[in-house]
């Protein structure tokens, strides 16, 4: 956990709403065809480059097994009335593919560059899989070498985006502080560097440039069939970008998957030698990147997860509900998601001394099924 620090100082101390990743990568690697799984929408996936002229915005759920559970326990036996299930959400957007030159403007060019600009985190779809009949800009299948174009680019996008704010404020001496950082994020970009790496930023100084290199990365590779059982060759991937966060899928099979009814879907990926689909996997290297972890909250109405920060404190969740809940906080009635189901219901896990009062300095834990007293 300590190696992902860095990216703790970046995000803001109380995240609301949907975690927002930028699908990005070269033209023709799967992030249509991938968005469209994870959406089952219809954008358009096509056998050439640039299909994908407006961005595209999808809100998919994060696959939470829990939810259906606590929904079991809180359903009403009588009249068989279950709580609506909320899960949290991911906001991915799909945008036109990036190519070498970007940042000049080249391609799409810098346009697209600011639909991304305001994203949470970076996913880079590369290549990994071979098909002759489908275009690779620069002639072969390369994943490295792809994701050293992507990260030149987002370099040079940012140095841009440095430079212009130096430009701005280097005569002015109210900010003498901000253009040291600048100077210092310039050097580090002028190297090749991207921030992230950086452990000298002052990240919250530079938060309203919206960096690229800045924010966490997620790699997607995008294998062809075979490769979604093959170890080493995942293994050997996963190396290439470690220690951001990887994931292994194959968009076109993923793109089967999401046409499918449930069962039928879980039977292929187990013909398939696979535990999770590649999308619901990608939605939880999502939460890790960013640091980002859930609580539940459950009644007879509703069962929902919720998104906050790791290392968040009880009033700052009850915040991710409702700002009122943080400034009124009391106290959260607390008991892990294991003990209310193993207790059967909340009344019996408060029986059985499994339900915690923790005031406001309780650091929030994953498992966490949360109560907030506060007042208004
Ligand atoms: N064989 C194979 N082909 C794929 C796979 N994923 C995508 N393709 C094909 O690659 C082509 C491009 O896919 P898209 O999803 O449109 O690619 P993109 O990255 O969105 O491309 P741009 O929007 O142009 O940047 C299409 O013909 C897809 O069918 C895969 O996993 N295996
Ligand atoms: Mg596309």
């Not at 002015?172 to 930023?201: I, P, T, Y």
């Not at 194959?250 to 039977?267: F, R």
């Not at 619901?280 to 990147?289: F, M, P």
């Not at 106290?331 to 923790?358: F, M, T, W």
Request: with cysteine; net charge negative; charged share 25%.
């Amino acid at each position: 956990m300590g190696k992902h620090a860095v990216i703790a100082i970046f995000l803001p101390k109380r995240y609301s709403g949907s975690m927002k990743i930028a699908i990005v990568g070269l033209p023709n690697v799967g992030k249509s065809t991938l968005f469209n799984a994870l959406t089952r929408s219809q954008v358009l996936a096509a056998n050439y480059p640039f299909a994908t002229i407006e961005p595209n915005v999808g809100i998919v759920p994060v696959p939470d097994a829990r939810l259906a559970k606590l929904a079991a326990l809180y359903t009403d036996p009588g009249s068989g009335r279950a709580p609506k299930i909320v899960p949290a959400t991911v906001t991915f957007v799909d945008v036109a593919g990036l190519v070498r030159g970007a940042s000049e403007g080249q391609g799409l060019g810098n346009q697209f560059l600011a639909h991304i600009r305001e994203c949470d985190a970076v996913c880079q779809v590369v290549r990994a899989f071979d098909d002759d009949n489908v275009t690779h800009v620069d002639d072969r299948v390369n994943p490295l070498a792809d994701i050293q174009t992507i990260n030149t680019e987002l370099i040079l996008a940012d140095l841009q985006a440095v430079d212009r704010r130096l430009a701005k404020v280097r005569k002015d001496a109210a900010q003498r502080r901000l253009v040291a950082e600048l100077e210092k994020a310039r050097a580090a970009l002028d190297a090749g560097e991207l921030l992230g790496s950086r452990r000298d930023l002052d990240t919250e100084m530079l938060r309203e440039l919206q960096l690229f290199t800045l924010k966490p990365f997620v790699f997607a590779f995008n294998v062809s069939e075979a490769g979604l059982s093959d170890a080493p060759r995942r293994a050997e991937l996963a190396a290439l970008v470690s220690p951001a966060p990887s994931v292994v899928v194959c968009a076109k099979v993923e793109a089967s998957l999401s046409e499918l009814p449930p069962d039928e879907a879980s039977e292929l990926l187990r013909e398939l030698g696979q535990e999770e689909s590649g999308l619901d996997a990608l939605a939880r290297a999502g939460q890790q990147a960013l640091r980002l972890q859930s609580f539940l909250t459950a009644g007879p109405k509703e069962v929902r997860a919720w998104t906050i920060p790791i290392g968040a404190t009880a009033p700052q969740a009850a915040g991710a509900i409702h700002t009122d809940f943080e400034r009124g906080f009391i106290r959260a009635e607390v008991v892990g998601y294991g003990d209310l189901l193993a207790a059967g219901s909340l009344a019996a896990a408060r029986a059985g001394g499994k339900v915690r009062s923790e005031g406001r300095d309780y650091v929030m834990r994953p498992d966490d099924v949360v109560e907030f007293r506060f007042n208004v």
